[in-house]
């Protein structure tokens, strides 16, 4: 966990080493109406290169667009369903973290390396413990400069996707105000309050005023406050006190929250008082659902029953929002996580620092910090 293992830093594959071989295995993701794969095809072409043996569950690129005669055809054995897949793996990549029809097939010999989003989920993280296996998340991996580089890809996905779902929301067949975000001359612009400028809040708040809504950008950070101010003049970037935050939720007509302390449980930035002062028919995105959730009443939700009202204000808070473009999220993801995963299938690859910042859980003991205090 410390910065005293040794850091990997590869500019190409060629050079990793060659000292053992890994049986990868990628099993159809099985969160309702999750439709993304974690690895596609040309990026298994890489680990087959590398001399590694891929298998990957039938079906589980179908919904992005990848067939199983795409993956057979560089080098990768399909298998009918997850059991044999499970059985066949000693690396596990998937995207989203293992629900009730994974947890029965994974063993303590298993290195699982996926979203595990293990903070709001002490079932999960107990399930993991019971188990036993080693699980390291994308979200906590972190580079020496900070960054997130497992997360950002989705998180830029997710925060587009905040504000293309807000927009419609706020249409009156679909329960909202009646509101266009970007008005026209002789009516006014509507307004959209965001919370984090971080890569999600970010893209939420530059799409949103490419739209030409009048945006509300709320972080801690002055140069995430100077690059959202830069988006445009109708962007103002203001420092996150509650006093102003409520103030500004008060007269919203979308609110996306976008807060992450990094592996952490996200912390309520709006209070139920605040929804209640709303006006009926706003709409509300929490981005930061994934972590727990950064309103107060937040709840998960999935695509199939994507939203719920409280005090007239509709509430989104789907837990896998990138999966809703399986393509895109699945070719992100798999850029992302490959040069990761090539790394993994070393042997001494706990002595790489920036994988060992993702490691959650490890033989029946919680090993990252930010949950280390958690009640199970």
Not at 139 to 156: K, N, Y
Not at 243 to 253: F, K, N, R
Not at 340 to 348: D, E
């Amino acid at each position: 966990m410390g910065s005293s293992g040794r850091h990997f830093k590869h500019d190409t594959f060629s050079d990793l080493p060659k000292d053992s071989i890994m049986r990868i295995g990628i099993p159809t993701e099985t969160k309702t109406l999750e439709g993304r794969v974690a690895l596609v095809p040309a990026a298994c072409a890489d680990l087959v290169r590398h001399g590694h043996e891929v298998f990957v569950q039938s079906g589980a690129g179908e919904k992005s667009g990848f067939s199983d005669e795409m993956f057979a055809r560089v080098g990768v054995k399909t298998v009918r369903g997850a059991a044999a897949l499970y059985a066949a793996a000693d690396l596990i990549v998937k995207v989203k973290e293992p629900i009730a029809g994974d947890l029965r097939h994974l063993e303590k010999r298993h290195l699982l390396f996926c979203y595990l989003h293990l903070a709001p989920d002490p079932k999960l993280t107990r399930n993991l413990l019971d188990i036993g296996l080693t699980g390291v998340a994308f979200e906590s991996v972190q580079e020496a400069d900070g960054s997130l580089p497992l997360l950002a890809p989705m998180s830029v996905i997710a925060g587009r996707i905040a504000t293309q779902v807000g927009t419609p929301l706020l249409h009156q067949p679909e329960g909202g105000k009646g509101k266009l975000l970007g008005g026209m001359p002789t009516t006014e612009r509507g307004k959209v309050v965001v919370l984090g400028a971080g890569v999600a809040g970010g893209q939420s708040a530059a799409l949103a005023a490419a739209g030409g809504a009048n945006v509300v950008v709320f972080d801690k950070r002055p140069d995430r406050l100077a690059q959202m101010m830069a988006l445009g003049s109708n962007v103002t970037a203001l420092y996150a006190y509650d006093s102003v935050v409520a103030e500004q939720v008060a007269t919203a007509d979308l609110v996306i929250g976008a807060v992450l302390i990094p592996s952490a449980k996200a912390p309520h930035v709006v209070t139920r008082a605040m929804v209640k002062s709303m006006e009926k028919g706003s709409v509300m995105i929490d981005i930061s659902i994934d972590q727990g959730g950064c309103f107060e009443t937040s709840r998960p939700t999935t695509w199939k029953n994507p939203t719920y009202v409280i005090d007239g204000v509709t509430h989104f808070c789907v837990t896998n929002m990138p999966g809703a473009v399986p393509q895109t999220s699945s070719q992100a993801i798999s850029a992302a996580i490959l040069p990761y995963v090539l790394r993994l299938a070393q042997k001494n690859w706990r002595k790489d620092a920036v994988l060992a910042s993702g490691i959650n859980v490890a033989d029946g003991e919680l090993v990252h910090p930010a949950l280390k205090g958690m009640k199970l």
